[in-house]
């Protein structure tokens, strides 16, 4: 019933841009937290970026800071993520998530709800 779907991953070059996509269904995003998280092998999951619910606010991890950005369409149920200037060492699998309560963190344990992930490959 409650269903997010990532899309948009693929191979790029460094310096590249890819933008990713989470469509949600069986629920309105307008009040809830959206999260992307990352997961290379070998490494845990790390937060990316969250978009607060609500009040629109939103944050990055400093590894990404400058150039990924977080968006959320309301009409479309979707939120984005663009990503620019990418480098090797942002090749993961990308998760999007999403919590009840208005409020950004990028602890995975606080998401109860999960997309299947989408690769992104950045490599030359």
């Known amino acids: 019933q409650l269903q997010l779907v990532e899309s948009g991953g693929g191979l790029v070059q460094p310096g590249g841009s890819l933008r990713l996509s989470c469509a949600a269904s069986?629920?309105?995003?307008?009040?809830?937290?959206i999260g992307w998280f990352r997961q290379a092998p070998g490494k845990e999951r790390e937060g990316v970026s969250c978009h607060s619910g609500g009040g629109g606010s939103t944050e990055y991890a400093d590894s990404v800071k400058g150039r990924f950005t977080i968006s959320r369409d309301t009409a479309k149920n979707t939120v984005y993520l663009q990503m620019n200037s990418l480098k090797p060492e942002d090749t993961a699998v990308y998760y999007c998530?999403?919590?009840?309560?208005?409020?950004?963190?990028?602890?995975?344990?606080?998401?109860?709800?999960w997309g299947q992930g989408t690769q992104v490959t950045v490599s030359s």
């Open positions: 998530a999403a919590r009840l309560f208005n409020r950004c963190m990028f602890n995975y344990a606080n998401y109860p709800y």
């Open positions: 069986g629920f309105t995003l307008d009040s809830w937290t």
